[in-house]
């Protein structure tokens, strides 16, 4: 087996932007997940659309979508990117429909980039900022909201090809 090594240190140790002038640009697309737990007064705040600060939902997507772009403003070594698809789904999940039985909002990111390098980050950075986005609509009545399962679900495309979380 191959040794695997960092791509973001160099020989010296040093951090770096990894050189991907040499590659070929294909299409690559990256789906991750994030999960805000809540009260279920909260989520029905939410679900009802009688959350004081608006829709908490069209807001966390449009956040979502939003933060895909900024990726590389906030991920020092993260190449800038021409997304060609950022897509964030906000499915409320109520009493009894997750094994560890809590209730809030699952969020799902799709982001997509013809390109050189990978748009993990970017779908990663999605689904964070949806989720935070909750927390901050709704945190005047549940301060104890958590963010859980940030996570990558899929990757395909580039060298390496097709990755799936099993």
């Known amino acids: 087996m191959a040794e695997e090594k960092l791509t973001h240190i160099d020989e010296k140790g040093d951090v770096r932007m990894v050189d991907v002038s040499q590659k070929a640009d294909t299409e690559r697309i990256a789906v991750a997940e994030g999960f805000i737990s809540m009260k279920p007064e909260t989520l029905e705040l939410i679900t009802s659309g009688t959350a004081a600060k608006g829709d908490v939902l069209a807001c966390a997507r449009v956040a979502g979508g939003m933060a895909a772009k900024k990726t590389s403003e906030l991920i020092p070594m993260c190449h800038p990117l021409m997304i060609t698809k950022a897509k964030v789904s906000c499915e409320p999940i109520g009493a009894g429909e997750r094994e560890d039985g809590r209730v809030g909002i699952h969020i799902t990111t799709t982001c997509g980039v013809t390109g050189k390098t990978g748009i ?8 964070s900022v949806a989720c935070l986005t909750v927390y901050d609509m709704c945190k ?15 990757k395909d495309g580039g060298k390496t090809g097709l990755w799936e979380r099993k």
Request: proline share 0%; charged share 35%.
């Open 120 to 127: 993990e980050m970017e779908a990663l950075t999605a689904a």
């Open 140 to 154: 005047a009545v549940d301060r104890g909201m958590e963010i859980v399962d940030v996570r990558l679900l899929k």
